[in-house]
């Protein structure tokens, strides 16, 4: 089946650090890729939608400037969180489908970001 | 944008029992519904899903029933074992994008 793999699996940096996190589709090209973050115990929630070749849509409240987001390749999509902090510290994981339609999402294993 | 509602946020059954969550969502344009089950630090994986041109989707002990009209659709589990025992989480997409409940805590007691 299709699969998504997303690295690193954990980071623990410190504060002010940017930290850059990888979602790569290994057997299917995804023009679409979502980025989401989860917070202990709560829902995920999603940041940014990522768009091969074109600018990321970012969901209102997540800073642009903050996370950015590249999709250079319909394999390939990255998150980077600048000059990271504390607060910033929480569980990301992106998905990816085939074509952007309604088919299940295909999740990778998720970062956990702990910045001290 | 979309806003989905899930209920309980904590569930515990005996093993055996059936176990229901409820959802509603609000955007009339989403249409496909998916669950997840989430174990801790892990990812979401799917366990079922139903599309809005069908009104319920049975895959052994798991079922989804969806009503297009009221905009809610329920996750049951039957006979549940141990194992169930996670968060699960209902979404509503339309064009990819996924807007998730709040989650259940579901505890099954042996």
């Known amino acids: 089946g299709a699969v998504v793999s997303q690295h690193p699996s954990w980071v623990i940096c410190k504060s002010g650090t940017s930290v850059k996190i990888e979602c790569r589709s290994l057997?299917?090209?995804?023009?679409?890729m979502f980025w989401y973050r989860q917070f202990p115990k709560q829902s995920l929630m999603l940041m940014a939608t990522?768009?091969?070749?074109?600018?990321?849509?970012?969901e209102q409240g997540v800073e642009k400037d903050k996370f950015l987001i590249n999709h250079a390749s319909l394999t390939l999509s990255t998150l980077t969180v600048t000059s990271a902090h504390p607060e910033d510290s929480s569980f990301y994981i992106c998905?990816?489908?085939?074509?952007?339609?309604?088919?299940?999402?295909?999740f990778g294993d998720g970062t956990r970001l702990s910045i001290l | 944008g979309e806003n989905v509602e899930q209920h309980p946020s904590t569930l515990s059954v005996q093993e055996g029992d059936s176990a229901v969550i409820k959802c509603t969502y609000s955007?009339?344009?989403?249409?496909?519904f998916p669950w997840y089950k989430q174990e801790l630090g892990k990812r979401p994986q799917l366990i079922i899903d139903?599309?809005?041109?069908?009104g319920e989707k049975k895959d052994q002990r798991i079922a989804v029933t969806l009503n297009k009209t009221a905009k809610h659709f329920s996750l049951h589990i039957t006979e549940t074992q141990p194992e169930d025992s996670a968060v699960y989480f209902c979404?509503?997409?339309?064009?990819?994008?996924?807007?998730f409940g709040d989650g259940t805590t579901l505890t099954v007691k042996p």
């Open positions: 998905s990816a489908n085939r074509d952007g339609s309604n088919q299940p999402q295909h």
């Open positions: 990522s768009n091969e070749g074109s600018k990321a849509t970012y």
């Open positions: 955007d009339s344009a989403s249409n496909y």
């Open positions: 979404a509503a997409a339309n064009a990819g994008k996924s807007t």
């Open positions: 057997d299917f090209q995804a023009t679409t």
């Open positions: 139903i599309r809005s041109n069908v």
